[in-house]
T-cell receptor
Framework: AQSVTQLGSHVSVSEGALVLLRCNYSSSVPPYLFWYVQYPNQGLQLLLKYTSAATLVKGINGFEAEFKKSETSFHLTKPSAHMSDAAEYFCAVSGSFNKFYFGSGTKLNVKP | EAEVAQSPRYKITEKSQAVAFWCDPISGHATLYWYRQILGQGPELLVQFQDESVVDDSQLPKDRFSAERLKGVDSTLKIQPAELGDSAMYLC?????????????FGQGTRLTVV
C-alpha cells in the first residue's frame, strides 16, 4: 500500500527565506513521487517528479526535492521564497495502475 | 499547450437535485481520473478509467454517484441526488498510460456548492 504524510498543514516564511515543505512516504514497491502546487480555485500543477534517475530532482519555479530512501522522505525546497509561491502544495505517490495517493497538503504563506 | 478541459467551473445546486460534470482529457491520454477535494484536504480518488473501462471505483458512493467514459475519450460524473456533504471541488485528471512514472495532468476543477 502507498501513502504520504505531509508534516505541517501551514508554513509561513518571509520573502527571500528558505522554503522547506516536508513529505514522508510509505510504499511497498519502489516509489514514484510527485509534488504538485494548487492556487485558489485552480487545479493541480506538477512541480516535479522523482523517476529514480537521480535523487535530487529539479522542478519548475526554482523548486527542488531530494529523495532519501533511508528516511522515506521527499522534502520540497526552494532557496528563496517569492510572494508568488504562496499556494497549497501536495505530495503524491503513485502505485499500481498509476493510482495517485495525495497528502493532505501544506499551505505556504509568504510574508513581505 | 494541451489541457484537461472541465465544465462547468462553478455549480450551485439544491440538495436532492441532480448534477453532472464533464471532462475532456488531453488527446491520447488513456487514463482518466475523477478526484474529489474537500476544502482543506488532499484530492481523493473517486474513479479511474483506463480507456473506457473502470480500473478503480472503490471510493465512489455508488448509491448516488455514477461515472462513464463511453468512447474512451471524454467523461461525465453524475450525482443524484446531491447532498450537502457533496460540496467540494471535483477534479478531473488524465495521464498518458497506466505506467507508474507518468504524471497526472489536472483540469481547473468544478467547484460544487450544494445548498
Amino acid at each position: 500500500a502507498q501513502s504520504v504524510t505531509q508534516l505541517g498543514s501551514h508554513v509561513s516564511v518571509s520573502e527571500g527565506a528558505l522554503v522547506l515543505l516536508r513529505c514522508n512516504y510509505s510504499s511497498s514497491v519502489p516509489p514514484y513521487l510527485f509534488w504538485y502546487v494548487q492556487y485558489p480555485n485552480q487545479g493541480l500543477q506538477l512541480l516535479l517528479k522523482y523517476t529514480s534517475a537521480a535523487t535530487l530532482v529539479k522542478g519548475i519555479n526554482g523548486f527542488e526535492a531530494e529523495f532519501k530512501k533511508s528516511e522515506t522522505s521527499f522534502h520540497l525546497t526552494k532557496p528563496s521564497a517569492h510572494m508568488s509561491d504562496a499556494a497549497e502544495y501536495f505530495c503524491a505517490v503513485s502505485g499500481s495502475f498509476n493510482k495517485f495517493y495525495f497528502g493532505s497538503g501544506t499551505k505556504l504563506n509568504v510574508k513581505p | 499547450e494541451a489541457e484537461v478541459a472541465q465544465s462547468p467551473r462553478y455549480k450551485i445546486t439544491e440538495k436532492s437535485q441532480a448534477v453532472a460534470f464533464w471532462c475532456d482529457p488531453i488527446s491520447g491520454h488513456a487514463t482518466l481520473y475523477w478526484y474529489r477535494q474537500i476544502l482543506g484536504q488532499g484530492p481523493e480518488l473517486l474513479v479511474q478509467f483506463q480507456d473506457e473501462s473502470v480500473v478503480d471505483d472503490s471510493q465512489l458512493p455508488k448509491d448516488r454517484f455514477s461515472a462513464e467514459r463511453l468512447k474512451g475519450v471524454d467523461s461525465t460524473l453524475k450525482i443524484q441526488p446531491a447532498e450537502l456533504g457533496d460540496s467540494a471541488m471535483y477534479l478531473c485528471a488524465s495521464s498518458l498510460e497506466a505506467g507508474m512514472n507518468t504524471e497526472a495532468f489536472f483540469g481547473q476543477g468544478t467547484r460544487l456548492t450544494v445548498v
